[in-house]
């Protein structure tokens, strides 16, 4: 079984290498970049201007293969690569939340991007608290690590 | 461009149909379900068993086309796909936060599950508050509805 899916749009971002850029929004923050949805889409985004915050998925276009185990930019031991964020995935689908500025046809301005310039874009959920935030959350190794996260840069482990 | 994205594993619940069950992991609150991952992908799992939550990116399979404006089942009027969950998207991925039970093997048992049994799997991420939980969020036309999403069931409008 196999699902082939296309862009629906791209993301630019400020960020032209997987070198010394944000590993998470929250490391992003205030970073402004846009969506450009491809033409064939607009109409999907009636309404969406009313949502703060959206889902975006996508493409790491720049993964090339991917590991089980990996050292993630906020610690020294490795960790099974689904107890982490890292973009060398068996399926390498990024997600982040970020918050939306405003919408002009079919583009959308967007802040705290963590991606790469150029990055395809797979989807836009809208963000919704009552579907999206659990209540009493312990996040494993990333529990006192995870605010680290404000600030740091990447190196190049995952290029390539 | 296209991607090529294959299962990494199947998610087992006990919603057979597209309807009549669960629109979004707060009305699914309670019921359980697993998560196999294929054999070649659990050395991925280690230290997952940390977090209580996960995000699970899946195939919506029963979806075999996409609008892109949708009435959703929490309201009467049309909206944006993107300004949406529904399933029939140009790109049918599937998002859901789920409460990590515990892990046995390649099974992960876990709760709050709003998927059709038999959903193919792409992707595991752990649920990170600092990662995934922004401030000051507005819902846009859920603002006030998500709420009713708990304890709502589905219709047929999506089958297909």
Redesign the interface.
């Known amino acids: 079984?196999?699902?082939?899916?296309?862009?629906?749009g791209v993301i630019d971002t400020p960020w032209d290498g997987p070198e010394n850029m944000p590993i998470?929004?929250?490391g992003a923050a205030g970073v402004e970049g846009t969506v450009r949805l491809f033409e064939e889409?607009r109409?999907?985004?009636?309404?969406?201007?009313?949502?703060?915050?959206?889902?975006l998925?996508y493409?790491f276009h720049r993964s090339r293969s991917f590991e089980?185990?990996v050292i993630p930019y906020l610690d020294t031991r490795?960790?099974?690569?689904?107890?982490?964020?890292a973009p060398r995935?068996?399926?390498p689908?990024g997600?982040s939340?970020v918050?939306l500025l405003r919408v002009e046809g079919g583009t959308l301005y967007i802040r705290?991007v963590d991606m790469l310039d150029g990055t395809?874009l797979?989807?836009?959920?809208?963000?919704?608290?009552?579907?999206?935030?659990?209540r009493?959350?312990?996040?494993?190794?990333?529990?006192e690590l995870?605010?680290a996260?404000?600030g740091r840069r990447s190196d190049d482990r995952f290029a390539g």
């Open positions: 079984m196999r699902f082939d899916y296309r862009p629906i998470q929004p929250a889409y109409e999907g985004l009636q309404d969406i201007e009313g949502f703060s915050h959206i889902i998925l493409h089980l185990r490795p960790h099974g690569v689904f107890a982490t964020r995935r068996p399926n689908i997600l939340v918050r705290d395809p797979l989807d836009i959920k809208p963000f919704v608290p009552e579907f999206d935030v659990p009493d959350v312990r996040a494993g190794w990333l529990e995870q605010h996260a404000r």
